[in-house]
Each structure stands twice: as C-alpha cells, then as structure tokens.
C-alpha cells in the first residue's frame, strides 16, 4: 500500500510529497505513508507498528495523540476551527511563554516557524535601520529566500547549495559564517559591525544534526551584538520548551532581544511565534511601522494545543524524565558502536530530548564536519531499523526526538534493533 500511495502521490506533488525530506532522497526506498499515531508508535499503510523518533520534526513532545491535547483540541474544534479575530485561547498561551522565557516580554503568533523567522528578520531591520544579518553555515531558519544560503536541515539532504529560484539580490546582505568559529565571528563584526541589523542563529544547532554551541560562542554572540548594537535572535523553533523549560537560553544563560518559537508549542498543529524586548515589539503594526499578518495566526486550535502541552512541561520531572531516557538511548547507541565493526566510526551527539548517531569519529562542531560523515553508511543504518521497526528522521543532517511516551520498552527494543542493525 505503502508504494501505491507514493505512485498516486508522485502525480499530484514534487516528488510525492509536501516537504522534500519526506521523500526518503538521502536513504532510498519508498516514503511510508502514515494513517495513525500514538504514544511513541505510529502506524504506516500497510499496518506496521514502528516506535517513532521523528515526531513530527520535534513538534510532538508528550508523545502522540496524547488525551490531553486530544481532548482540548475537540472540545475547541467544536466551537469552531478559526474565527479571525482575537481569542482568549491566545492570552492563555503566550502567558504560559512569557512565565516560561522572560526575554519574550510581547509576541505575535504566526502559522509557522519559517513565518517567526521571517518576521524576526524583518523586525530587526525595521528596529536598527540597517539591512545586513549574520547566519551559521548548517543552521537553518525556514525556506525564506534570504536565509536560504548555506542552510541546514533538507537543503542539505537534497545536496543544495541554496535554491533556485532565489535572486543574487535576496541574499546580497546575508553574510554566513561557520558555526562554532569565534575567529569569523570577530572578523565579521569587525568589517560589518555597523551594518549588521542581526545575528540570527540556532542557539543549539539541530539542522546539521545535532551540534553543541562551542564554549564562549553564544556569549560572544551578545556580546558582539550588543557592542554594535545589533539584535541577536534566537532561533528556538526546535529548542524552545525542549532543551528547558525556557529553552537554550535559560540552559545556557545567554539571553537574546528576540527568539522565534514553533513546534512544541503548538503541541502537534501548525504554529510559531516571535517575541522579546517590549521596545522592540512596539515596532510591529499597528503599534508600528513593520507590517506582519496571518490569517490562521492564533488559530484557536493550535493555541489549546499548545497550552495543554506547556501546561505539562511546567513540571521540571518531565524534563529530567526526558533526559534520562534520552541519555539512556545516548548510552546504548555508543555501547552498540563499540561492540560493533563500526567502532571509531560512527558517534553520538546528545542534549535533553534530543540526539544524533553521526557517521563521523567524533560529534562533529560544525557544518563541514558534519558533511563529512559516511552518508551511505546511515542509509543503510536507517533502513535497517526501519526493518526492525524503529522509524528514524530519513536524513544525516536531523535530530532524533524523544518524547515522554518513549519508556523503558521502547529504549530497550530501540537498542536492540540498533545492535542488529550495526552488526
């Protein structure tokens, strides 16, 4: 069934798909159509069971279908699924934010984590007056044509350099620097200092695989930023309600002017927010001049959703559940390599709820080491779990996601697979 749907899929979309990562380019083979989740398990067309660390790309924290959420997004959906105008649902929402990451003192939801960034960009040039913003090479903000240089995450699956379609002009005042490298942070400030409006940057980098901020990078970051009295935003949409309760920047203690949310807190349907200083966010129509708008922003669903799905992160147990079970997988997954005939070349990046199994010796700290590993090495990893029944992000360059429904039988059977997988 899997294959005829993906047959009848390929005459109605590119490449059979809606979102080119989907469509198993970097490991082969035919995309598994999905017809239900829960927990920690989704279900494909043809009926198999496979435990799941793709979870929605990180949007699916508690696990999926949880009744909770379930439960509120019915009962709401019942009084209708969007009305364009303002909610209660909103307020309730972005108060949760606010109590959780004090940087975001104002908000403005949107429909999307690509619209947040966008948004953010264009505030910060609105605010300073200046055009020129400074991204990380692997790190990835959203198909937006300015920032879509260098980027991470399925441009990087895909094997693109960028895209077509985006003009010279678009990315004229994006300047790219690799990520982790303090010297060509210094050397761009240094020569672009008082034209740069941003640096726009993944906090912890999750499009490259997962890949840590260097010690003393994110502060150079505000402290660059700050001495030129440019913005530094957060790109948060995977990290945010997911590494902490208020994100990497309370994890790591470097707070930004402005972060863009996403994934977590819309608890599985499609949302994003930008927010931060107040002074900022003044600047935002109709208190200011830069227009944004969305019609479904703040759709009532995805805000119930949401709070729901906070409402529970508030408990800082669930964190340390997250992490231990996550560490757990973290420590088998390295006990496997070592046991295996791939020892010294595949390793494992972890944070919280997050991890990547490189094909690379060592965790790799930026982009051009993450591009190094053995690609098809983790196609046929990838596909031996997906026989065993484990259902991995089909690319090198994505996180594995851990929720709070994957337990001790899904951590057991996960290592399990993986052992067989490797030997």
């Not at 398990?41 to 696990?63: C, Q």
């Amino acid at each position: 069934m899997n294959q005829t749907l993906f047959a009848q899929a390929r005459e109605l979309f590119p490449g059979g798909v809606n979102s080119p990562v989907r469509a198993f380019g970097a490991v082969g083979g035919t995309p598994r159509f999905i017809t239900r989740a829960e927990g920690a398990h989704v279900w494909d067309a043809d009926g198999v069971r496979r435990i799941d660390y793709v979870s929605s790309w990180g949007a699916i924290i508690l696990g999926h279908a949880d009744p909770g959420v379930v439960d509120v997004v019915r009962s709401a959906a019942s009084l209708g699924t969007s009305y364009g105008a303002p909610t209660p649902a909103e307020i309730a929402l972005a108060e949760r934010i606010r109590a959780a990451i004090p940087s975001v003192e104002r908000m403005r939801f949107t429909s999307s984590g690509t619209e947040a960034a966008m948004s953010a960009v264009r505030l910060a040039r609105a605010h300073t007056g200046r055009t020129k913003i400074l991204k990380f090479a692997g790190c990835y903000h959203g198909h937006i044509d300015a920032l879509l240089t260098a980027a991470g995450s399925g441009v990087a699956t895909m094997g693109l350099p960028g895209s077509a379609g985006v003009s010279p002009e678009a990315t004229r005042d994006t300047l790219v620097a690799p990520y982790n490298d303090l010297g060509a942070v210094n050397e761009l400030f240094d020569r672009y200092g008082d034209e740069l409006a941003a640096v726009l940057v993944e906090p912890v980098a999750a499009n490259m695989g997962l890949v840590l901020p260097a010690p003393g990078f994110l502060e150079l970051l505000r402290e660059q930023a700050s001495a030129h009295e440019a913005l530094l935003v957060f790109d948060e949409v995977i990290t945010g309600f997911r590494v902490a309760p208020g994100g990497a920047q309370e994890r790591y203690g470097v707070i930004p002017d402005l972060t863009c949310l996403g994934k977590v807190i819309g608890g599985g349907l499609p949302v994003g927010a930008f927010g931060g200083r107040a002074d900022i966010m003044a600047q935002v129509a109709p208190d200011g001049p830069m227009y944004q708008a969305g019609t479904l922003s703040g759709n009532p669903l995805a805000m119930v959703a949401g709070a729901a799905t906070l409402g529970r992160l508030t408990d800082r147990s669930v964190f340390d559940r997250l992490e231990q079970q996550t560490a757990r997988l973290a420590t088998g997954l390295a006990e496997a390599i070592d046991a295996s005939p791939h020892a010294g070349r595949a390793s494992v990046a972890t944070l919280a709820s997050l991890l990547t199994l490189f094909w690379t010796p060592q965790p790799p700290t930026s982009f051009a080491e993450a591009q190094a590993g053995d690609d098809e090495a983790f196609a046929r990893f990838f596909h031996g779990l997906l026989d065993r029944g484990i259902s991995l992000p089909p690319s090198p360059y994505e996180a594995w996601f851990v929720t709070l429904a994957h337990g001790e039988d899904e951590i057991e059977a996960t290592l399990a697979a993986a052992g067989q997988a490797l030997a």
